[in-house]
């Protein structure tokens, strides 16, 4: 059965084409993951499809019968409900059956005793549909589910006073509970650790409805789904099977392609020779003529080119010190300690990666070592020469600036082609670099901070979470260089695919937390 039908669909933004006639489908229980390229519009298909953004053309015909379960970040959390009164809102419809036989309930003493059986059959009818859906164990399934996102703790906290990642996995734990018809996912694993990826593998791969997934942690993605809609040059194309199966499909039909364009361009050259030989005679005009026709009615096979990818190489600056820190006695945290009493010490040249669940303390730690965030207690010793580059997991403020001037503003005495090629080195087109920095997707955005950030001279690496929302092609080449890097690292990760060949040592904070 469909529950989703996209027809002929293009959609641009200004003169910036994202889908040119593009068409999908969904059927019962499929778990698609669609895939591609940072900027191809992934996301942009996502908002189409939730009726956020109008297409220019085509049809989007959804099931009238299914239900349709969207992660939307803009929901207010009002003041005063806490994070298990917001998780409770997902059997709405339940508790206000609850609340309808209470009512009927306190009725009854003023009803006719033919009034009192209807109301009774009533009763006993809705008491059916709450038995039916586990009514009664609503709580222990709240408490499953917070505990495998990791806000098992939040539960009694005013949900308005949550950070950005506690909000994304109360909305993700909301969205589980609903169990709806089709789940529409859009970078769901951004804000948990490993433990907690685990868990939602495990839901996904057990989940019997239908999903559409936007991910680039290729490891998950492919233990989780069963069709794959690859979007590149603005075309839509569906493969069956795992992650693993469409690479290989996907450059086993480019090698083909390849192949059938030679061979066409062969064709079209021995025809257009004859043409341009013989249409002049009279002799063989006609068999020109005949070729020529020919050659118009050939559907020209084009050699699309591949999207630009990234090349970063970080620019080391002068050797730092043999320590890069040591803290004593140090207890990290805002308004309440998040860790015990640490004494650590970082030397030059170890690449040190900080792991563990989230709200441990990471990201607090990595502040407090750069000076933005004053510890609690302790001291922290930094040595001498060093040149910090620092990835900041979440950026708050909504940058406007044109890309190009944004990065030339941090590179003053560079020229524009200079900064325009350093731009175009990560992966950027023209029209990325000519945007505004908001009207970016994810990744290319983590593109123009990555792009400042090699181009600075450095010698120790501060980076949380620089893999969220990069592409496959982005992490493989950012992997890369920070193996290359001669500096010092320090990194906040929760893929250990990426990071266990770039590290010397794991922190797992865990071990220090209260």
Request: proline share 2%; with cysteine.
């Amino acid at each position: 059965m469909s529950i989703l039908s996209v027809e002929n669909m293009s959609h641009s933004f200004g003169e910036r084409i994202i889908f040119s006639n593009v068409s999908f489908r969904l059927l019962k229980g499929e778990h698609i993951a669609l895939v591609g390229a940072n900027g191809e519009g992934k996301s942009t298909f996502m908002k189409i499809i939730t009726n956020q953004l109008l297409p220019d053309e085509g049809n989007i015909d959804w099931n009238s019968k299914i239900s349709i379960g969207y992660m939307d970040q803009h929901v207010d959390l009002k003041n005063g409900n806490t994070v298990a009164t917001v998780l409770q809102g997902a059997f709405s419809n339940l508790f206000d059956i609850e609340k309808k036989i209470t009512d009927l309930y306190n009725e009854l003493s003023d009803m006719t005793e033919e009034e009192s059986n209807k109301t009774l059959l009533k009763i006993s009818t809705m008491q059916d549909v709450l038995d039916a859906n586990n009514f009664y164990g609503i709580d222990s399934k709240i408490e499953a589910t917070a505990a495998g996102l990791g806000i098992r703790e939040f539960l009694d906290v005013d949900a308005s006073n949550l950070s950005g990642g506690q909000r994304t996995k109360v909305l993700l734990a909301k969205l589980l509970l609903e169990t709806p018809d089709v789940l529409l996912l859009d970078e769901p694993t951004n804000h948990l650790d490993e433990e907690h990826i685990e868990w939602l593998k495990n839901y996904l791969i057990s989940y019997e409805n239908a999903f559409i997934l936007i991910s680039h942690d290729t490891e998950f993605v492919n233990s989780v789904i069963n069709v794959v809609y690859h979007l590149e040059h603005k075309k839509l194309t569906r493969y069956v099977g795992d992650y693993n199966h469409f690479l290989k499909l996907h450059d086993i039909k480019q090698e083909q392609l390849v192949i059938e364009y030679k061979e066409q361009q062969n064709e079209i050259a021995k025809l257009e020779n004859f043409v341009r030989k013989n249409k002049a005679r009279a002799s063989t005009a006609k068999q020109a003529k005949s070729r020529e026709k020919k050659l118009d009615k050939i559907e020209r096979i084009e050699i699309k080119s591949e999207a630009i990818k990234p090349h970063f190489e970080f620019i080391k600056a002068r050797r730092s010190d043999s320590v890069i820190f040591q803290a004593k006695n140090l207890v990290i945290g805002y308004h309440q300690p998040l860790s015990k009493s640490l004494n650590l010490k970082m030397q030059r040249d170890q690449k040190i990666a900080l792991v563990g669940a989230n709200g441990l303390g990471k990201s607090t730690l990595l502040k407090s070592l750069l000076g933005l965030l004053q510890p609690i207690n302790g001291k922290i010793n930094l040595g001498d020469y060093q040149e910090v580059g620092y990835f900041e997991q979440e950026l708050a403020e909504d940058n406007t600036n044109i890309v190009l001037d944004d990065v030339w503003f941090k590179f003053p005495d560079s020229t524009q082609s200079e900064v325009r090629r350093n731009l175009a080195q990560c992966g950027l087109t023209r029209k990325h670099i000519e945007s505004p920095f908001n009207r970016l997707s994810g990744g290319e955005q983590a593109k123009v901070r990555l792009c400042k950030l090699i181009n600075k001279p450095t010698n120790i690496l501060v980076l949380d979470e620089p893999t969220n929302h990069l592409d496959v092609y982005a992490k493989s080449e950012l992997k890369r260089a920070l193996k290359a890097y001669s500096g010092s690292i320090i990194l906040v990760c929760h893929e250990p695919e990426f990071y266990k060949d770039i590290v010397t040592d794991v922190w797992n904070c865990e071990d220090w937390a209260i």
